[in-house]
T-cell receptor, first 115, second 112 residues
Framework: QKEVEQDPGPLSVPEGAIVSLNCTYS??????FMWYRQYSRKGPELLMY????GNKEDGRFTAQVDKSSKYISLFIRDSQPSDSATYLC???????????????FGQGTILTVHP | KAGVTQTPRYLIKTRGQQVTLSCSPI?????VSWYQQTPGQGLQFLFE???????NKGNFPGRFSGRQFSNSRSEMNVSTLELGDSALYLC???????????FGPGTRLTVL
């Protein structure tokens, strides 16, 4: 079983829709959670970073973490065709030892927003 | 501030050869992590360097190695290339103290 599970989709929505992307994790040592966006043939771009349970909002993006159920989500409001990309969730344990510099990623969800 | 740069962007090698990839982190960042991305396995952690020291290593064979220089630039080397080494190799520069990682564009390696 992978430490971070993510539905690969693909997910196709109309422009303006609310998108919900989800991941679950199994490692209780994970304390930090990120969402990255990756366009084709590009490197991942950091969208959101959070370390506590609850919601964090940045513009059209909201990251939600529930540590009790080991569930992380990303919501995109008013989705645009330019949001079409692969979305990757990632987790990191407390700094130190075998966690230095190591992000554990989900498989990525391919999102298409059509006009 | 300039982002993470990786060179070369594309490489084609044949089985048995070796390859060296380079990464320049964001100015002021001293930690660099390397990842391999493939369609089947996704993004997998290779190793991390901080102040010229490897602090962490992923589950990859010894053919994969790296180093970091005093200016924080990093290189990774893959020896005796195999077909399965074809992948996008990504370097990430870490901002302390949040450990936030910023990725470069990657080097796409094709092994024939």
């Amino acid at each position: 079983q992978k430490e971070v599970e993510q539905d690969p989709g693909p997910l196709s929505v109309p422009e303006g829709a609310i998108v919900s992307l989800n991941c679950t994790y199994s490692n209780s040592a994970f304390q930090y959670f990120m969402w990255y966006r990756q366009y084709s043939r590009k490197g991942p771009e950091l969208l959101m970073y959070t370390y506590s349970s609850g919601n964090k909002e940045d513009g059209r993006f909201t990251a939600q973490v529930d540590k009790s159920s080991k569930y992380i989500s990303l919501f995109i409001r008013d989705s645009q065709p330019s949001d079409s990309a692969t979305y990757l969730c990632a987790s990191e344990a407390n700094a130190g030892g075998t966690s230095y510099g190591k992000l554990t990623f989900g498989q990525g969800t391919i999102l298409t927003v059509h006009p | 501030k300039a982002g993470v740069t990786q060179t070369p962007r594309y490489l084609i090698k044949t089985r048995g050869q070796q390859v060296t990839l380079s990464c320049s982190p964001i100015s002021g960042h001293r930690s660099v992590s390397w990842y391999q991305q493939t369609p089947g396995q996704g993004l997998q952690f290779l190793f991390e360097y901080f102040s010229e020291t490897q602090r962490n290593k992923g589950n990859f064979p010894g053919r994969f190695s790296g180093r970091q220089f005093s200016n924080s630039r990093s290189e990774m080397n893959v020896s005796t290339l195999e077909l399965g080494d074809s992948a996008l190799y990504l370097c990430a520069s870490t901002q302390l103290p949040t450990d936030t990682q910023y990725f470069g564009p990657g080097t796409r390696l094709t092994v024939l």
